[in-house]
């Protein structure tokens, strides 16, 4: 039987069911399957803070939804082609964002009495017609999975366990996706049980012969490979893209690599993946809380270490007295803050931009730091190393700020040569004839580095305020406005230390879409597709958050209106604003979800109405 | 570590140092009178017997009176935030094995602010020495219990009488499985100093308790165990592998009765040395340690002063320092490029 094979420029698939039904697991190898074939990806995984909710309930619902494009994309998409719901709880929770006509496939075996009262259906839709206008396909899976595997003579708890993969290999077949990685997966995953590997591989071809044999499907899809700039690509989660980026600037400056922190969602994969580097000499600390976390990282700082913490939110919250010790006893360190929904524990897995305003005043006293922020998973590579080039060479903690989405998400990122990264040169400090600890480099400002274990150079540092050059405790007060003033200075003058700003369409017009860290995706989409149309809308995406780049206050004025997207309440707008007298407008959304780009859109509509 | 004094000093196995070269050029500014001076003196007195190079001394504390401490040294110092020094000294000792680390703290900076770091510290076993200036107050803020204060202690904070349960600093430590745990007073000098020396050698995180007199906020404190009128009758000296004696004339003993020590003469010919508790600092059960630890809890007991506990353990650094080496035993020197290109990679032409 030959089957219709239809092209399609891009599609954007959900893969919906319970915590433990392994939907993260297969939709992540639908994505590095399709990253491998040559796509552009774009990926919002989207799941529960609890492990396990009760099976069957709405909050046990986890999602991961993929955006898979013959182009360069830079979203996760937005309403779905196909979503695949194993219970009714995933269908209820996932179906609205189903397009019309869309291929929906469920797991017909779990639409039962109790699942359907479970998810609060008072019929079963199914049955009552209510899912009419979609491509709806009511597969047996678990029926078909336990047919499959029967002459394993596995329990049936575990061979139902394997439907994650007959569902895995019905897309496979539906978008023609080649199973050689999703084949060598199960045999490294499952390696140390090997009746797991023979049963998921059957699972996986059943699913794809299923769909082959049954006249159900008539129709499969293909998406070709995206056209993007030459390269070695690797697909990449932002986390693991942070971890790299600190191992490439420890490798480049010479110095080990430490790094303190303390278990938190969203960001503890990078103490994880860090944790696995000890060929590379790191050093990871998993501290007894966060405050030993970011104390440890300065000790390690002081020894002349690069040194780091990751966090989320709540983290940065309790770090932030010793952030201050850093920038009191100017060392160099980067902490990282996988922003998530807050305040207080708030929205563990959901992501967020809420904490702008924290890395810039959550200390007490004038305590200055550089924030940067990562736009997109693949930029995690390129920030984290910006910041370890900055902390080292200013002396100077530097907040790194990504958010759950980009640090969960992946997508493909083009693999930098070792040759062409920045130099990050160290110098400490070795003369005792010279040295003071507080004398300042005329042109960086920044204080030497005399690490313990040099002859000559002991000193004492501390949290008290110290003496210009010779770094003596000092209560002198007019030494204190020095001392706040020239901390200040240090930090701004890092601004003629970072590119110009690059604006995307027109250097002057009607609107201006400002951006910063993980709304680019949404914003970059929504204005490419707005200019094509003809309006008058560019877009700039701002690294640097302290120092703001230079350039950034005669660029605003060049444009008649100023949008600000944020997943926030306005942080970032309100900085604009202060600083540069204009009137920029807040779009803000805080749903624990990043943005549509037609929110975008729809916003850039309204501010241009028919300009 | 005895392997870089030996470099350092150019075979010259013995470092000149002396007092003087462990006095920085900062004036020392404690009360008059504050125990404090006698420590800081005692362990400048100390380290030049220890035979490490000045430059590899880091002093770090957290806040507090006793904090200032590394302000006075002529060694790295590094003055940090209230109870947070376990946890940025954990930072440098990691960092670089190679250093003595030494963390000055207070009752309050590790038993209260700190009390997190403090046990985590002692749990790791990092090679890090500890010495806490017990003052059973809060100085630098101007009198207020601190949680080695006796209940019913009347302070600024408690004008009625706390009602907070004491800590005892040496069963914290422990409790925590330290491996190094004593006791000493900043007005037995010689004490202190061979003290220091005992818990700058133990490999692993060695814990001090000083009894420190603050003469302003809680004169006297602990003047029943540093007179010289009553000492000898309230204080009893750790020896290891000698019988608990004490008293003017050495003529009390301690003994176990099941796990309750208590005092006995020695003179009433019902009991000889022969019936008293024997101390053992390396016993690896911490019952003996925590026994005696305890005995100051007891308004009829003395209170022990010496080596409570001295054990070998694997100390953190080490551990992580061997898990790297066989890393890279095992994967060989790194390659960068390698790593960046590692995983399922696919080329765009």
């Known amino acids: 039987m030959s089957k219709r094979v239809e092209s399609l420029e891009d599609v954007t698939i959900r893969f919906a069911g319970d915590s433990g039904d392994g939907m993260q697991l297969v939709g992540g190898e639908l994505a590095n399957t399709s990253a491998l074939i040559g796509n552009d990806i ?116 575990v061979v139902d366990r394997c439907k994650n993969f007959f569902a895995l290999g019905m897309v496979f077949w539906l978008y023609n996706r080649t199973m050689d990685h999703a084949v060598s997966l199960i045999k490294s995953k499952f390696a140390k049980k090997p009746e797991l590997v023979e049963a998921n591989l059957l699972a996986l071809k059943a699913g794809a012969a299923y769909c082959e044999m049954t006249e159900q499907f008539i129709n499969s899809y293909e998406v070709k490979p995206a056209k993007l700039k030459p390269g070695i690509y690797r697909n990449i989660t932002g986390n693991s893209a942070i971890a790299l980026g600190f191992i490439a600037a420890a490798n480049r400056s010479k110095l080990s690599l430490f790094l303190g922190s303390y278990p938190i969602t969203p960001a503890s994969d990078i103490l994880h993946d860090l944790s696995k580097y000890k060929h590379f000499g790191v050093r990871t600390f998993q ?15 002081y020894n002349g270490a690069l040194a780091l913490t990751t966090t989320s939110g709540p983290g940065l919250a309790l770090k932030g007295e010793a952030i201050g010790l850093a920038i009191m006893t100017e060392l160099p360190m980067v902490i990282v803050n996988v922003q998530r929904g807050g305040p207080s524990t708030g929205l563990p897995t959901k992501t967020e931009q809420a904490d702008l305003m924290q890395a810039f005043y959550g200390r007490n006293g004038e305590s200055p730091l550089p924030i940067i922020a990562a736009s997109k998973s693949s930029d995690c590579f390129e920030s984290a190393y910006e910041a370890c080039r ?11 700020l990504t958010d759950g989405y980009i640090a969960n998400g992946a997508e ?108 680019f995706g949404a914003t970059k989409t929504a204005v490419d597709k707005k200019r094509q149309e003809g309006k008058s809308v560019s877009s700039i995406h701002i690294r640097y958050l302290n120092p703001l780049p230079n350039d950034l206050g005669d660029i605003l004025k060049r444009f008649k209106k100023i949008l600000v997207p944020e997943i926030n309440s306005g942080q970032f707008v309100n900085i604009l604003r202060a600083k540069y007298l204009v009137p920029a407008i807040p779009q803000n959304k805080v749903q624990g979800l990043p943005f549509f780009s037609s929110e975008i859109e729809e916003k850039i509509d309204e501010l241009l109405g028919d300009a | 570590m005895a392997t ?163 800590f005892n600093p040496a069963s914290v430590a422990i409790g925590s499985g330290a491996t190094f745990v004593a006791r000493t007073m900043d007005r037995d000098p010689a004490h202190m100093q061979a003290i220091i020396k005992r818990a700058s050698a133990h490999k692993g995180t060695s814990f001090v308790e000083v009894f420190q007199n603050c003469n302003i906020f809680n004169d006297g404190a602990w003047s029943k165990y540093t007179e010289k009128s009553t000492k000898q009758d309230n204080v009893v000296l750790l020896e290891h592998g000698k019988p608990l ?57 003395p209170a022990p002063i010496g080596i409570f506990r001295s054990l070998e353990k694997t100390c953190y650094e080490n551990a992580l320092n061997e898990q790297i080496d066989a890393a890279k035993e095992k994967f060989g020197e790194p390659d960068l490029q390698a790593l960046l290109d590692a995983g399922d990679t696919w080329e765009v032409k």
């Open chain 1, 287 to 301: 501290a007894e809380d966060e405050i030993a976390a970011v104390c440890s990282a300065v000790g390690a700082a």
């Open chain 1, 412 to 519: 493909p990122w083009s693999v930098p040569r070792v040759e062409d990264l920045a130099e990050i040169k160290v110098t400490y400090a070795k003369d005792p004839e010279t040295y003071m600890p507080f004398l300042r480099d005329e042109k960086t400002l920044a204080r030497p580095w005399a690490i313990p274990g040099t002859p000559g150079l002991e000193h004492r540092v501390g949290g008290l305020e110290k003496e210009a050059d010779t770094g003596n405790v000092s209560y002198d007060v007019r030494n204190h406005e020095y001392m706040t003033k020239m901390r200040a200075k240090k930090v701004d003058n890092i601004a003629n230390d970072i590119p110009p700003i690059e604006i995307d369409g027109d250097q002057e017009g009607e609107l201006l879409v400002v951006g910063w860290g993980s709304t």
């Open chain 1, 42 to 157: 774009g990926v919002l995984p989207d799941y529960p803070a609890e492990i396990r909710a009760p099976i069957g309930t709405i909050p046990g619902v986890s999602g991961y939804q993929l955006h898979i494009s013959s182009t360069d994309i830079h979203t996760p998409g937005e309403k779905y082609d196909s979503l695949i719901a194993m219970n009714p709880a995933a269908l209820k929770t996932n179906l609205e964002n189903l397009k019309p006509n869309g291929i929906l496939i469920v797991n017909s075996d779990s639409f039962k009495s109790r699942n359907l009262q479970l998810a609060r259906y008072e019929s079963n839709p199914l049955e009552d017609g209510s899912l009419d206008k979609y491509q709806c396909f009511a597969v047996d899976m678990t029926d078909l999975t336990r047919k499959a595997l029967r002459e394993l003579e596995l329990g049936n708890k």
């Open chain 1, 390 to 400: 900055i902390a080292i060479k200013y002396m100077t903690p530097v907040i790194l």
């Open chain 2, 4 to 166: 870089t004094v030996k470099e350092a000093s150019n075979g010259d196995t013995q470092l000149k140092l002396t007092k003087k070269d462990f006095e920085s050029d900062q004036e020392v500014r404690w009360c008059p009178g504050c125990g404090d001076y006698s420590i800081l003196a005692q362990t400048q007195r100390s380290l030049p017997d220890l035979n490490i190079p000045k430059e590899k001394y880091v002093f770090v504390s957290g806040i507090g009176c006793s904090s200032r401490f590394p302000y006075y040294m002529d060694t790295y110092g590094f003055h940090t935030i209230h109870g947070r020094a376990p946890a940025i000294a954990s930072g440098i000792k990691i960092t670089n094995p190679d250093l003595s680390v030494w963390v000055i703290t207070g009752d309050g900076d590790a038993l209260s602010i700190g009390g997190n770091h403090f046990i985590h510290l002692l749990r790791r076993n990092l090679d890090i020495n500890v010495i806490l200036f017990n003052n059973k107050i809060y100085g630098l803020t101007k009198g207020q219990y601190s949680p080695t204060s006796e209940y019913g202690k009347v302070t600024k904070s408690s004008p009625f009488g706390s009602v907070d349960h004491p």
């Open chain 2, 245 to 301: 004696v004490f008293g003017t004339d050495k003529d009390k003993g301690i003994r176990l009765n099941g796990s309750t020590p208590e005092v006995v003469s020695l003179t009433n010919g019902k009991y000889s040395e022969a019936d008293l508790l024997v101390h053992n600092e390396n016993d690896t059960d911490s019952t003996h340690a925590f026994i005696l630890s305890h005995m100051m809890d007891n308004p009829n007991l």
